[in-house]
């Protein structure tokens, strides 16, 4: 049982956007922690997508964005793409745990 | 640029110890800005922080496996450790280490190092 909530998938075909939620908490989203967003291609480890909420590192293409508000945040990814398809997992800080907590990941088809 | 590198045994038995060390190149592991971390990801699932680690040797667990974890770290050759005790086939797992930035992401992530538990 995963401390944020992902749906546990989405489908779009390409050129199209889809939208990937996580709802947390008053500990962690709810009490203003960041929310990050990491990508993970099949057999591959995590890569970070976005930081800060709505913040790319380098090299990330504009059409990943993201955004927080109350307890949840959402990952957004316009002008779907057949190299889009992975796994996508939401993390944040959990003051209760002192400690890292994670979305159970979202597996994105493009269809 | 900064990476890491997992290593240790891809085999353990139940009821041992499960070791890795992470070996950091390309950047200090003591940098007062960052910290050190193991999250693992057991086959088909989702991720889990296993705990953190600070250059002072400072150490944050996940509560639920605060009774098996310990973690080191050795500035001297720029590595930090992961030693989870009495272990089981739920510990089968990919392990990651990676640097953190307190209370905020993680960037980069090493490779990962497939661990079974099995006898």
């Known amino acids: 049982q995963s401390v944020l909530t992902q749906s546990p998938s989405v489908s779009g075909a390409p050129g199209q956007r889809v939208t990937i939620s996580c709802t947390g908490s008053?500990?962690?989203?709810?009490?203003?922690?960041?929310v990050h967003w990491y990508q993970q291609l099949p057999g591959t480890a995590p890569k970070l997508l976005i930081y800060?909420?709505?913040n790319r590192p380098s090299g990330v293409p504009d059409r990943f964005s993201g955004s927080k508000s109350g307890t949840s945040a959402s990952l957004a990814i316009t002008g779907l793409q057949a190299e889009d398809e992975a796994d996508y997992y939401c993390?944040?800080?959990?003051?209760?745990?002192?400690?890292?907590?994670f979305g159970g990941g979202t597996k994105l088809t493009v269809l | 640029q900064l990476q890491l590198q997992e290593s240790g045994p891809g085999l353990v038995k139940p009821s041992e110890n499960l070791s890795l060390t992470c070996t950091v190149s390309?950047?200090?592991?003591?940098?007062?800005?960052?910290?050190w971390g193991w999250i693992r990801q057991s086959p088909g699932k989702g991720l889990e922080w296993i705990g953190t680690?600070?250059?002072?040797?400072?150490?944050y667990y996940k509560p639920s496996l605060n009774n098996r974890v310990t973690m080191s770290v050795d500035t001297s050759k720029n590595q930090f450790s992961l030693k989870l005790s009495f272990v089981t086939a739920a510990d089968t797992a990919m392990y990651y280490c990676?640097?953190?930035?307190?209370?905020?992401?993680?960037?980069?992530w090493g490779q990962g190092i497939l661990v079974t538990v099995s006898s």
């Open positions: 990676a640097r953190l930035e307190w209370a905020n992401w993680i960037d980069p």
């Open positions: 390309g950047g200090s592991i003591s940098s007062s800005t960052y910290y």
């Open positions: 680690i600070y250059y002072s040797g400072s150490t």
């Open positions: 008053s500990s962690n989203i709810g009490a203003g922690y960041d």
């Open positions: 800060g909420s709505n």
């Open positions: 993390q944040s800080y959990d003051s209760s745990l002192s400690g890292v907590v």
